[in-house]
């Protein structure tokens, strides 16, 4: 089973108040609901033997001292990975260093891109354009989640654990000044929040490293309008998308480190009031309907 979503209120023919009952009060009360839909699939047969091309993307805005080090620690992938660096507008040497990385590196399968749009979401969408992988990777520059655990998210997407699968900063201890306090409280709130509406269990939803299939990417893509494009981190438009086409979202504990170069991006009360409106907005399209 991928979810169970509780919906009839009140079934009877009064219709201003039915439609009041069912499709807003409903959500808010579960447990009185009369009627339950659930979604389900066959468990896959994955043989042993298969395996995957992979793509990891790296999005990289003033993270010129991390460029070097994710390539070294970016362990190859099953048939082979390709790593796709999205340079961000950044103002230090970070575009540099990856055109210097990539030449000390031939070895490796590297693409390197400068971002037209703006945001990490929008770097993200862009390096998805041009991957050749069957599972795509997101890895934030910053390191925070170390590049030697990819291969335990490969191994959930391509076993058929999961359908998408997500990396979760809030089950191991952290290191100190890895996540401020506030930060970690609206962590945990937002993982609350996206329980209730997604209607599959979710711990982190603001974790930079998830993975899926580029298949499954493509569909969510595909349906985009549903939601609007108003994410600036991707993070939540993947979920949003995830979720209404009802992939199986797993949650993989991750060993989240404070970061050794540079410094965060995220202005917590801006994004984070921003974050706050998509979750509104999203459960006008996935909840109350």
Not at 90 to 101: A, L
Request: glycine share 6%; charged share 25%; aromatic share 12%.
């Amino acid at each position: 089973m991928v979810k169970a979503e509780p919906r009839i209120l009140l079934p009877a023919r009064a219709p201003v108040v039915v439609a009041f009952c069912n499709r807003w009060l409903a959500p808010a009360l579960r447990p009185l609901c009369l009627t339950v839909f659930l979604v389900a699939r066959p468990r896959p047969r994955v043989p042993a033997e298969r395996q995957y091309r992979c793509s990891v993307v790296i999005p990289a805005r003033n993270e010129a001292g991390n460029i070097e080090a994710a390539v070294r620690r970016t362990p190859e992938l099953g048939l082979g990975t390709e790593i796709i660096f999205i340079e961000g507008h950044s103002k230090d040497n970070t575009w540099e260093e990856i055109q210097r990385v990539q030449a000390k590196y031939p070895q490796r399968d590297i693409k390197i891109l400068k971002q037209q749009s703006k945001g990490k979401g929008g770097a993200v969408r862009e390096a998805f354009a041009v991957a050749t992988g069957d599972l795509l990777f997101i890895l934030d520059a910053d390191l925070t989640m170390p590049p030697e655990q990819l291969p335990k998210f490969y191994e959930v997407a391509r076993s058929g654990t999961g359908d998408f699968v997500n990396g979760v900063r809030l089950v191991y201890p952290l290191e100190e000044e890895a996540m401020r306090f506030f930060n970690m409280v609206a962590n945990k709130f937002f993982g609350l929040a996206f329980t209730w509406l997604l209607g599959q269990a979710l711990k982190d939803t603001l974790c930079g490293t998830k993975v899926l299939f580029r298949s499954d990417y493509e569909a969510i893509a595909r349906n985009r309008s549903y939601f609007g494009d108003f994410d600036p981190f991707g993070d939540f438009d993947l979920l949003f998308g995830a979720a209404k086409l009802n992939l199986r979202i797993v949650d993989l504990p991750i060993r989240y480190q404070a970061r050794t170069y540079g410094e965060t991006n995220i202005q917590r009360w801006r994004h984070g009031w921003l974050l706050l409106r998509m979750v509104v907005f999203a459960a006008t399209r996935l909840k109350f309907i």
